[in-house]
């Protein structure tokens, strides 16, 4: 993709071009673990699973989003029961890293975070992102119900129909079957770890061009 970066946005099924602009945006502090659950009690939030490569990478891009209360990177998709780490880098488990968000759709809709999750990677490269290689690092919506299937499908037919990417997206849509949270040393990585190389020369990179991007759906907006 060059300066200008296109996607479909399934809103009213019509295509909207959108172009990138300086910004600078803070890094906002999770919720916690307790304050999610006690809002989930008294509040219709949602939820949604995606994965986009490496889970720091995308953790630090949903923790930007308005309207996403939190974050948890963790493991799907495979067939072992409470992988580590270690096992699921191996590429044996089966799993990817993916990030589970909580969002509350009055204010930031399920297509809004599809729309930030095309955004955030490239979809058209499979079980890869950027030296990032394997499958736990696949391009991957799990959905939670029908009605996240039935979008998820409908976005990205559109994208590959109106040529948003040189390549065709290979991202997997399947169900979400079960979540398992990562170690904690995982959780709001980049926010804890921004002077590791990784997040320099990786992770900040990411985030920076999904601001300029997304920026008016930003917790803090940018500035032009």
């Not at 219709?44 to 974050?71: H, K, P, R």
Request: proline share 5%; aromatic share 12%.
């Amino acid at each position: 993709m060059n300066t200008i970066l296109s996607f479909v946005i399934f809103n009213t099924m019509s295509i909207s071009i959108f172009s990138c602009t300086e910004s600078t945006v803070t890094p906002v502090p999770k919720l916690t673990t307790n304050m999610i659950e006690e809002q989930h009690t008294t509040h219709n939030f949602d939820t949604a699973t995606f994965g986009a490569g490496c889970f720091w990478c995308l953790e630090a891009v949903y923790q930007q989003v308005e309207g996403v209360l939190s974050v948890t990177s963790g493991y799907s998709g495979g067939a072992v029961k409470n992988p580590t780490y270690k096992e699921v880098c191996n590429g044996t488990t089966g799993h990817a890293e993916v990030c589970q968000i909580v969002f509350d759709p009055k204010v930031i809709t399920y297509p809004e975070l599809l729309q930030a999750f095309w955004v955030s990677h490239d979809p058209t490269t499979l079980n890869r992102q950027g030296n990032d290689v394997g499958t736990q690092y696949r391009s991957v919506i799990y959905y939670h119900t029908p009605i996240q299937k039935e979008l998820a499908e409908k976005y990205k037919k559109g994208l590959n129909a109106s040529h948003a990417y040189p390549n065709p997206i290979v991202t997997e849509i399947s169900p979400l079957t079960e979540f398992f949270k990562a170690e904690d040393y995982h959780q709001n990585y980049y926010n804890e770890n921004v002077d590791q190389p990784y997040c320099q020369f990786v992770v900040k990179p990411k985030l920076e061009k999904f601001q300029k991007v997304f920026k008016e759906k930003l917790k803090i907006k940018a500035s032009n």
